[in-house]
C-alpha cells in the first residue's frame, strides 16, 4: 500500500461509515480498484481506521451520551442482538459473504430498491415526526434486530437502523443520529473482535504504523463534517438520493466485472 492509498482509504472510511451505504461495500471494491494486495496487514488497517471514524462520534455526541442514562441503555438493548448474531454468525458471514462479490453488489442493490420504494410510501400513507426520546425498551431491541441484519455486507448498518426507525416514525434525522450513537458499541465490539484474530497474524513495519496513521486521521476528519453534514441533510431530503447512487454504483460494478462475479 503506497501513501496515497492509504488517504483514500481514509476518506472513503471517513464518507461512508455513516451513511446508509455500507462502508464495508465501498472499502472491498475501492481496494480492488486500487489493487492492493488483500493481505493481513489490509484487514487490519481497514479495521483500525474505523476507530478514527468513531471517534468523530465521541467528539460531537460524547457529553450527550454521558449525561443522559436513559439513552445509553435503549442503545445497549439495540447492540444486544447484533451482538449475538455477530458472535454466531461472524465466521460464516466473513468467509463466505465477504468473499462473493455477487452477493455483496446484489444486496447494495436491493437495500437501494427498498429506499427508494419505502420513502414513495412515506409520501402518501404515514408521518414520521417522532423523536429519540420517544424510543420503548421493546422498540430499541427491534432496531437491534434490524441492525443484526446489516453484518451481511451491502446491506449497511446505517440503513437498517434508520429504516428500522422510520417504520417506527422516528424523524430521519433522529434515525440517523441514533444509527450514529449505536455505532459506538457495535463498531467497538466488532473492530475488538476482529483485532483479537489478527494479533501474532500482523507484525507492523515502521512504513505499515505511517500508512495505518494516516488512514485513521483522515476518516476521522471526514466523519467528523460527514456527520454534521448527513444530520443537515436529513432535515430537508429523503433516503430517495441514496437509493438513487446504490443502484447505479451497483448497475457499474455488475457492467464492470461482468461475468468474472459468477
Request: hydrophobic content about 55%; glycine content about 6%.
Amino acid at each position: 500500500m503506497e501513501i496515497w492509498q492509504s488517504f483514500v482509504l481514509g476518506i472513503i472510511e471517513g464518507l461512508t461509515e455513516f451513511l446508509p451505504i455500507s462502508s464495508t461495500f465501498h472499502l472491498i471494491f475501492v481496494s480492488k480498484f486500487l489493487m492492493i494486495e488483500n493481505s493481513d496487514f489490509l484487514k487490519f488497517f481497514e479495521v483500525f481506521i474505523q476507530a478514527g471514524a468513531i471517534i468523530a462520534v465521541l467528539f460531537l455526541y460524547g457529553k450527550e451520551l454521558w449525561q443522559d442514562r436513559e439513552l445509553d441503555k435503549k442503545i445497549i438493548l439495540s447492540f444486544i442482538p447484533t451482538a449475538i448474531v455477530g458472535f454466531l454468525l461472524h465466521s460464516i458471514i466473513k468467509s463466505f459473504f465477504f468473499e462473493t462479490d455477487w452477493l455483496m453488489i446484489g444486496s447494495f442493490m436491493l437495500v437501494g430498491i427498498i429506499f427508494i420504494v419505502y420513502e414513495w410510501q412515506l409520501k402518501k400513507n404515514k408521518k414520521i415526526d417522532k423523536e429519540i426520546k420517544d424510543l420503548t425498551w421493546k422498540q430499541s431491541i427491534v432496531i437491534g434486530i434490524g441492525q443484526a441484519l446489516a453484518t451481511l455486507p451491502g446491506v449497511s448498518r446505517a440503513g437498517a437502523v434508520m429504516l428500522s426507525m422510520m417504520v417506527m416514525g422516528q424523524k430521519r434525522s433522529q434515525a440517523a443520529k441514533y444509527s450514529f450513537l449505536l455505532a459506538l458499541p457495535t463498531i467497538c465490539a466488532a473492530a475488538g473482535y476482529d483485532m483479537f484474530k489478527l494479533i501474532g497474524k500482523t507484525t507492523l513495519s515502521s512504513e505499515e504504523i505511517l500508512l495505518t496513521a494516516i488512514g485513521f486521521v483522515t476518516a476521522f476528519v471526514v466523519a467528523f463534517f460527514v456527520l454534521k453534514w448527513f444530520i443537515a441533510y436529513l432535515q430537508k431530503h429523503t433516503l430517495t438520493g441514496f437509493g438513487i447512487y446504490r443502484i447505479v454504483m451497483a448497475s457499474v460494478l455488475l457492467l464492470i466485472f461482468g461475468s468474472a462475479l459468477f
